[in-house]
């Protein structure tokens, strides 16, 4: 009633009583806004930073590839962006996780000697579905689901499952040309497979390839695949009598051929350092560091094919010419 009264009196006097209201209605919508602001929608972006907002699960983004991330579980109260800035913490990425029908198939075979296994159609179509369809040169070119097929197949070394999870198919100990092994985790659905032998063609020697049709990253570091296959990986190089540090590749699946760059601490890991003085440790990672410069130019020359040769490098003349 007061409100509408002092208006009455500023409308009858039309000068000043029209500058007063105007005043007014200045300082009202001032206080709108700071109260809308401090109780309203959230405020926009400063200096470039972008709201946080709650999604709910029913708007969460669906897929139908499945992947099983091998890592660290991260808690969900933690800040996305924390595991964007700490990179060397992120694991790889498994994609299409082995169906629950051909684990059954390959947990049977426990136990038995590998070449047995490999006689059984089912295990041999397994394995086909976990490697790259992708080819390797082995002398020559073929594909390399069939190369560790011929490596393992004449091995009379028993299945073995570690913690009743990591099964682990493997070649003699330290016989024959070339050694292989193919490791499994059971229980999330991954698998690794890796080849060691001395190639002939002038490339880096002796090489460790690794591979799996799982992984699509192009590139990659040994700390980021799961730590148990680190550990099997581990033992099996030394009981295979494979050095320590040597030429890694790794071929994803696509196809393409990485570099499995070498980020272990040799006098903690592995078995055959661990007594490594501080100076044999220091001429090991050198010696590391060296092997993954002189793997990336051979990839680089031969552009990451998984068959990569030698053969494959090209070097320019003087002139300019290009010279195979």
Known sequence: MLISRYAKVLLQTPGTGSLVLCLAGLSLGAVVIARWGQSGPAAPAIHGQTPVRSASPSHAPSGSLAMVVVGPQQSSGKIASSKRSQPHLQRVVFREPIASDLLGVLSDYAGKPTKEALQVAKV??????LVPYAPFHFGL??????????????????IGIRDGRYMMLTTDTGSGPARGFF??????????GGIFFHPNNGEPTPTLTLFSKQVKQDSLKMSQ????????????????????????????????????????DYCKQSPRTHD?????????????????????????????????????????????????
């Open 124 to 129: 041999r179509d397994a394995m086909t579905t």
């Open 183 to 192: 490791w499994i985790d059971l229980q999330q659905g991954i698998a690794v």
């Open 225 to 264: 695949l799961p730590v148990a296959f680190a550990q099997d990986l581990s033992a099996w190089i030394a009981m295979a009598g494979i050095p320590p540090v040597t030429t890694r590749y790794f071929i994803n699946g696509s196809g393409e051929k990485l570099v499995l760059t070498h980020d272990e």
């Open 276 to 324: 490594a003085s501080p100076d044999e440790c220091r001429q090991m990672k050198a010696e590391a560091a060296d092997l993954d410069l002189r793997a990336a130019s051979f990839l680089g020359q031969t552009h990451y094919a998984s068959n990569a040769t030698m053969r494959m490098t090209a070097v320019r003349s003087p002139d300019g010419l290009l010279i195979r």
């Open 141 to 158: 070119d073929r594909p390399l689901p069939s190369i560790i097929e011929t490596v393992l197949l004449r091995s009379s070394v028993p």
